[in-house]
């Protein structure tokens, strides 16, 4: 008589890693460290069941109940994630945006005081 595999939710424990890091690699690399210094660690069967609860955090409360509730791989909430993805890298691609256009602001300040004081040599 063989020994049964264990599952949680229906899923091996290889398919619940690949689920965490399919999860994992949907957030931006801030919500990443901030879900490392949770205890995120994709490794052994409870630390793999604690670090879809630690996702779930920051996965699930992004999206509209209805979607949440759908099943992970229903198109309808695949696209309500990545929607939420894009969502957070366009706000960090505004805010690099914003750092270069200072840092450019202030470049061309100082050439035109360097100018200025060139010209009063």
Known sequence: MGRKAR???GLSYRDFQRRNS???KILSADRRKLVKSRGYRNLGWDSVIASWNILQDYLVPQLHPEVASLPEDHPDRVYAELSVQ??????GLER???AIDEMADTALAKSARLRTELAAL
């Open 7 to 9: 599952t949680e939710d």
């Open 86 to 91: 894009l969502d957070e890298e366009e706000r």
């Open 96 to 98: 690099i945006s914003a």
């Open 22 to 24: 399919k999860a994992f």
